[in-house]
């Protein structure tokens, strides 16, 4: 049998395309699954959120903290529900991580807050003693980089069909609607509107003053991002 | 002989000599353990097998002749030997393709295993026993709890001791601050709206003197004949929270100090005040959240 395929090659590919597209069909078919849509009650990130979750990225939070609650006990008692794949639809790319030298952030919206989040960044050990993360005080002066948030909205929304300005459905029934302005100047704004609810909730006055000047400190954005994670 | 054995031998006895001494021969020996006397006798045998099989194949390239008849195909001269499958491999590999099938078939759909349901099985086994097991729980045992679950969850804002970290988070050995109260007289509140839901209106006392004089009132405890007594009523804080700061249920919370039910409001709904935001905890159980309250009460008494 197998000589007479090594003989005719035409059929020995016809053999191997079969096979490969089969493997491809089990490995590509379940991206298509209802399990790997949007979970509900998963919206897109805001511009200010993007901006964040580049602040994160930049500043590698992934190499210590994972976003990826395990099914175990263990995990879910500290962290909350375990993770979905649809959760992770609007990640590009996600921030699974693969080592957790401090906690998870899967959910860290849903049990920390603004005001937590200023202290911590700002010193990370007067909050938890003993804790060897650094202090990232630059965020508090450095300027989160609205442009290219935006920049990125505009191509997630006409390459991968990221609904913004479309309905969302939340996990109570109702949709809600992310919203994306339609040129930078108006990109900037909505992200300034967000920024000024966060920093309501802040105590550092010269993070205040800048975003009443219209200017937004990274640590605005981070912490806009670090709320949305739940 | 052969140059090939007597270099077998002579490699045989230099790897056990350095087995010997690197493990019996050194300090503490194989010191009559069953681990280290296994240890040992299968390190021997591996260098024993290692020459043995090395010296065989060794051997074969040396001496071994072609034997077999060529395929009638070949590839630019190289060519194939007609040899028959052995028939154990054949047979072996037809019963794992037969498998294969089996399982992609049969064996993994009607029989697989998910971690989801091992995490299922799992929670349920683990609430069971939890609940069986803590079902009771009054008093010291029930503050005990309360305290490792305050540091599991609730330490990480107020700190180890309940202190609220220099003003970071609310100081837990105290109902309330002053900083606090005057805040809600300023900004009313709307917070525990489960179970108070009608909130707090702003503005009920204007007069700063009279807010201050509430203020200390509040947090000293509520004492016979203090300054504040007269601007408490005046505000109207007894119309919600009683004359004494007892509470009322579903119109204004305990302010005389914690009870179970006040801190079970709290971690409903969470807070938000003049010191920060808090989150609600909703992922802590019935008792646990009975803990905390219990060890949150115990802390101001």
Request: aromatic content about 10%; proline content about 5%; hydrophobic content about 40%.
């Amino acid at each position: 049998m197998f000589h007479w395929l090594e003989k005719h090659p035409f059929f020995l590919a016809v053999g191997v395309f079969l096979v490969i597209s089969f493997a491809g069909l089990v490995e590509i078919l379940p991206n298509f699954a209802q399990q790997s849509r949007p979970v509900i009650g998963t919206a897109p990130y805001s511009t200010l959120e993007l901006a964040g979750r580049h602040v994160y990225i930049k500043n590698s939070c992934n190499a210590c903290h994972s976003q990826l609650v395990r099914p175990f006990k263990s995990e879910t008692d500290r962290y909350g529900h375990y993770s979905l794949s649809g959760e992770y639809a609007y990640d590009r790319p996600f921030l699974w991580g693969s080592k957790r030298t401090g906690p998870d952030l899967m959910r860290v919206g849903n049990y920390r807050t603004t005001d937590w989040h200023e202290n911590h960044m700002k010193d990370p050990s007067g909050v938890v003693p003993g804790s060897i993360m650094p202090a990232y005080r630059w965020m508090f002066t450095n300027s989160a980089d609205i442009d290219t948030a935006f920049a990125e909205q505009l191509t997630i929304a006409q390459f991968f069909s990221v609904p913004y300005n479309k309905p969302v459905p939340m996990k109570d029934g109702s949709t809600t609607v992310v919203k994306m302005g339609s040129s930078v100047a108006e990109a900037n704004a909505l992200a300034l509107s967000e920024a000024k609810v966060i920093a309501a909730d802040m105590k550092d006055q010269d993070v205040k003053d800048a975003v009443a000047n219209g200017n937004i400190p990274e640590i605005v954005a981070l912490i806009a991002y670090l709320n949305s994670l739940k | 002989m052969n140059k090939l054995y007597l270099w077998g031998i002579i490699i045989t006895v230099l790897m056990l000599v350095f087995t010997y001494m690197s493990v019996a021969g050194s300090e503490g020996g194989l010191n009559n353990d069953i681990v280290n006397i296994l240890a040992i006798t299968g390190a021997v045998a591996l260098v024993i097998i290692t020459v043995f099989v090395v010296i065989k194949y060794v051997r074969q390239m040396q001496v071994d002749s072609v034997t077999g008849d060529l395929a009638d195909e070949n590839w630019d001269g190289i060519g194939e030997y007609t040899n028959e499958v052995p028939t154990g491999w054949a047979v072996t590999f037809l019963l794992t393709m037969v498998w294969g099938m089996w399982y992609f078939t049969v064996g993994y759909p009607i029989n697989s295993y998910s971690q989801i349901g091992e995490y299922n099985e799992d929670t349920v086994a683990h609430n069971t026993k939890f609940e069986a097991q803590y079902k009771d729980i009054t008093g010291d045992r029930l503050i005990e709890m309360g305290e490792s679950v305050f540091l599991a969850e609730c330490k990480v804002c107020h700190g180890i001791n309940a202190d609220g970290i220099d003003g970071k988070a609310a100081n837990l050995n105290q109902r309330i601050e002053a900083v606090s109260v005057k805040y809600v007289i300023a900004n009313g509140a709307n917070n525990m709206k489960t179970d108070f839901p009608g909130g707090m209106p702003p503005m009920m006392l204007t007069d700063s003197a009279q807010i201050d004089a509430v203020a200390d009132y509040i947090v000293s405890g509520f004492p016979e004949g203090h300054a504040g007594v007269e601007a408490f009523l005046m505000g109207g804080c007894t119309g919600c929270h009683g004359e004494k700061g007892e509470g009322m249920p579903f119109v204004g919370p305990k302010l005389n100090g914690f009870d179970i039910a006040t801190v079970t409001s709290i971690l409903k709904d969470g807070k938000k005040g003049a010191i920060g935001t808090m989150p609600k905890f909703e992922r802590l159980n019935p008792k646990q959240i009975e803990a905390v309250g219990a060890y949150i009460t115990s802390l101001s008494k």
